[in-house]
């Protein structure tokens, strides 16, 4: 697919001759690297091992162009995404891509700080941002970190300093506005969180219904010594939408984090999750959950990295898949040398709702110690027919009985929604999904 | 209550512990911090008396006796109960199993009645009800599956059924959230009494918010260099352990 | 220097005294005439003898197997007696007339034959080496329709419903060493239920080799008629000697509509010198239920704690619709023991089930492979597997190895798999000793805790012995 590569090789140009060349001199160094790294890997092809259930065959043969930036999203349908009421919480919104500064400043706790990436480049923290941004979610990993850091210019950036704790989640909305133009956007997330600081994210991708565009975002999380994390994402793409994603966290000694991902929307999402341990006692937990139909794709690809001793980490992906959809788990676990007392626990289950769904579950252990515990397991298959029967003989029909379990199987990764607003909006999400 | 004396203790053939002296009296709830690599974490398996570490000097006493001649079982029988940093997990055996185990081995070597299942529960009941904590943990098997701040909490449940003298809290408060970290201050601030001590192995200031230690200890390349009240523990956290490193190293 | 793990580990074999015995045994070696001695001395029907010829000549068109995942030296066929018998007469019908001496070594062994002395409520055929002493409770079990004979008696008494059910389940063809069993089988048991009879005590069968340079090649046959429900264990132990013993015995169960059969063997063949690996038993066995009937039920648990090399993988064909297989293991390997065990479910029927869970348990330098195959045939829609498959490892110079195979050929088919490998190591059995408990207790809480999943599947009775024994072969390995 070299058209596909050589177009956005000339975009980048186009994009570095315009507004896009406007930036520090270590930005364009940040840009530069990437796109040749991009330039040498270019697409990913389904005889690469980590793309083997994944084709990009779809976004290769369409023409995406930079999304323009002047477009205004739809409110009401921001409103829908939001947690209580707008003025009051702490929101980041971007559009296509660019921050959109909020009417009111969040009432955020002295110190803590939510804006614009490109604001902040420019501004009193741009040493923090040089010294982090795209230093994780690293080009040499993923074609589309590369692109996506090729094209680096505005986003959301978060700062919690130490012994921060925040008492409501930190919102951030990446929308796009595609009109009849084939747009893709490369929203952009770096959130810092400092030693002994607690916050909570949500973060949501979504565009407008029915539209046709793609969105590649890459998100990075470092959470220092002693920090409690929680992140949510919520996907919620239009069905003609590509996603694609890199997930990266960092985390230091005794920190926690949990990330945990909804999948609904998009024609085609793959996701690239890669958590690293890099502190000891720190503990990370992954849990996703997808539902779709039709011809939807969503491919979860991780890789936890164990890279001390006494670091705990626990995977749940669920997966309910209707129509002619598809649902691909890669679950890389890597114990480093050293990496002793480490405890590794991945579970995926996939529920085929019909004969013509699949999924395939691909577990990968790489110990490179001899005192660990990693544990696995997978489950593939349609709904237990003596649990229908069961529920049918307490009087429930077919219809309700079915969506009674799926929803069941769904309910194990919603229940460890802590907020409980995003709770109810995603559960009303997957019942949405059923009753259709 | 406890009394180490020019305590020097290596792993491994290094060194890490080099002149440690402390005296805790009864009732009191002493902290020590330091950065990571101090000896903070060497200094509470030494009490505990973890095989892996070897005592080349200086002398541990607790309740006028040597401590460092009990096996770590016999010191758990006389009253020390140590908090691991890493609690270790046990498959297939209950909390509840576990600890009627325990209480039963603490028992009989102290030439007490042993207790049957029944009573034990009633024994586990008040406990609970003392600390305010419900059952969830008690059917679950040993730290199987446990977050690393469940875990925590099971240290500290154990400590309240346990009841020892002496407890050493090994950086208890590493890889918890506020709210958990409160839970874990109340449940030890419960726990005081006259006649026991605490000792409160720390990297972070924050949970002797909840605390109030009487005395608080920095430990910095295997050495008490400083003892004071609380508001060290509040310098030292606006300060950071760079300063200290300078001060120590201005003499 | 020892840690208390391995102190806990090594403690010597309790089973490894001699009877001195006269015995009588066939002339050394393998040919037809050998054959054809231990069919004229259980005085064997024309037929069997017949069967036994065609397996034997089948036999030597084979080669050994080198695939599994153990090592050892070449054995020697025609160095084995393939009988040997305490040199006692006939079976006699009363206790009393059997040799004191073979009385007192199954006292010796905690099982009591003597009518005062019995294990109640467990009906006991004790087989030294290849021939059976003794069978208790037999005419309670006879007024319960329950036909529990040693094989050879079967033969004489029952030689229709022997010959209908024999090698249906492992035929001679089957592999190398249930070729040569087939040949040279010598004494077992042999269990019938008719219709609906639950049987009314625990069937068991203990099998204790005594005579030197001999192999045991028992046969066990178990069938449960419709709505029948047996639960039958085999234990068995062997003296310590420098010599490698052969124990190659084929065990078949079938199990028709409705049918249960529970299946537990606690293994404990004497398992060589802990500090060379010198001598310990070959124990080299093919065992298979058949779930033949709708409903039925199979249930196999094994704790092997013993032997020198263990190689087997006792297995269901699922043939009913909604028949169930269910697998629980423990299998210990210390010192110089090499364990490749596991399963195999066959999934014909449709809605069956299987249940696999192993616990593989390596300590000093043993050798511990899980083996095992799930395979869903096309017609078995909704079948539905869950595998556990758990691995520790006590000290550094041992290993554990995992190889599970699945198979499946319907898309229906739901498969669950959990899989898992841990250290037991200073640091758990630490934890326990700072809560006031013993480095012994500590071991055997952590070593039974690890194997609490397949001790509740034994009868009561049993699972403190298999606890027992599973802490006397660990003693001195844990530190």
Known sequence: MTDAKDLYLRQHETFLANGGSVAPEWVQQVRRAAIERFGEAGFPTVKEEAW????????????????????????????????????SRIVALTVNGRYVPPSRHPAVPPGVIVTGLAAAVGGEHADLLQEHLAKYARPDGSPFAALGTAFIEDGVFVHVPKNVVLDQPVQIVHYTVAGPERVVTHPRTLVLVDEGAQATFVETYSGDDDTFYWTNAVTEYVIGENAVVDAYRVQRESGQAFHTAVSHSYQARSSVYSWNAFAFGSALTRNDVHAVLDGEGAEATLNGLTVITDR???????????????????ELFNGVYDGR?????????????????????????????????????????????????????????????AAMFYLRSRGLGEVEARNLLTYGFGAEVLNSVSIEELRENLNALVHARLDR | ??????????????????????????????????????????????????????????????????????????RAQKGLFMAFQYPVEIRGITNAYFLRSAVNAIRKARGEEEYDTIDFLDVLDEKLEAIGWDDSFLNRAVNEGFSGGEKKRNEILQMAVLEPT??????????????????????????????????????????????????????????IVRSGDKALAVELEEKGYDWLRAEVAAG | MTTPIEQQVNKAY?????????????????????????????????????????????????????????KYGPIDYQAIHYYAAPKQQKRLDSLDDVDPKLLETFDKLGIPLSEQKRLTGVAVDAVFDSVSVATTFKATLKKAGVIFLPFSEAVQEYPDLVRQYLGTVVPHTD????????????DGSFVFIPKGVRCPMELSTYFRINAASTGQFERTLIVAEDGAYVSYLEGCSAPMRDENQLHAAVVELVAL???????????????????????????????????????????????ETGSAITWKYPGCILQGDNSIGEFYSVALTNNFQQADTGTKMIHIGKNTRSTIVSKGISAGKGQNTYRGLVKIMKGAENARNYSQCDSMLIGDQCGAHTFPYIDVRNSSAVMEHEASTSKVGEDQIFYCQQRGLSAEDAVSMVVNGFCKQVFKELPMEFAVEAQNLLAINLEGSVG
């Not at chain 2, 726990?191 to 909840?210: E, M």
């Not at chain 3, 490894?16 to 064997?44: F, H, Q, Y």
């Not at chain 3, 049918?259 to 038993?281: F, L, S």
């Open chain 1, 52 to 87: 083997r259930f994944t084709s990009v065959d779809g976004l290769t043969k369409q023409e995406f162009t930079r999304a323009p930036g002047a477009a205004s999203p739809n409110e009401a349908r921001l409103d829908e995404y939001l947690i209580g009421d707008r003025e």
């Open chain 1, 296 to 314: 939807q794709h969503v491919d979860y690809h991780t890789t936890i990295d164990h890279a001390q001793p006494h670091c705990n980490s626990w």
């Open chain 1, 325 to 385: 959809s598809r649902g691909v788990f890669t679950g890389r676990i890597i114990v480093r040398p050293g990496a002793q007392k480490t405890d590794a626990k991945q579970t995926n289950n996939n529920l085929l709702l019909s004969k013509q769904a699949r999924a395939d579950s691909q577990p990968q252990l790489e110990i490179y110690a001899d005192d660990v515990k990693c544990t696995h397991g997978a489950t593939l298959g349609p709904i237990d027919d």
């Open chain 2, 1 to 74: 209550m406890l009394k180490i004396t020019n305590l020097h203790a290596s792993v491994g053939g290094t060194e890490i512990l080099h002149g440690v002296d402390l005296a805790v009296d009864a009732g009191q709830v002493h902290a020590i911090m330091g950065p990571n690599g101090s000896g903070k974490s060497t200094l509470a398996q030494v009490m505990a008396g973890h095989p892996a570490y070897e005592v080349t000097q200086g002398s541990i006493e607790f309740q006028g006796e040597d401590l460092l001649a009990l096996e770590p079982q016999e």
């Open chain 2, 166 to 223: 002496l407890a050493v809290l090994d950086e208890t408060d590493s890889g918890l959230d506020i709210d958990a970290v409160r839970v874990v201050a109340e449940a030890v601030n419960k726990f005081r009494s006259p006649d026991r001590s605490t000792i409160v192995v720390t990297h972070y200031q924050r949970i002797l918010n909840y605390l109030e230690p009487d005395v608080v200890h920095v430990l910095h390349e295997g050495r």
């Open chain 3, 14 to 70: 309790q089973y490894g005294w001699e009877t001195d015995i006269e015995s009588d045994k066939a002339p050394v070696g393998l040919n037809e005439d050998i054959i054809r001695l231990i069919s004229d001395k259980k005085s064997e029907p024309e037929w069997l003898l017949e069967w036994r010829l065609k397996a034997y000549r089948h036999w030597l068109t084979l080669e050994e197997p080198d695939w599994p995942n153990v």
């Open chain 3, 175 to 186: 592999n190398y060493f249930a070729a040569l069993n087939s040949a040279v089988f010598t």
């Open chain 3, 257 to 303: 509509d409705d049918a249960q059969i529970k299946y537990a063997t606690v293994q404990n063949w004497y398992p060589g010198d802990p500090e060379t690996g010198v001598g310990g038993i070959y124990n080299f066995v093919t065992k298979r239920g058949a779930c033949r009937g709708r409903n039925s039920k199979i249930s196999w648990t094994q704790v």
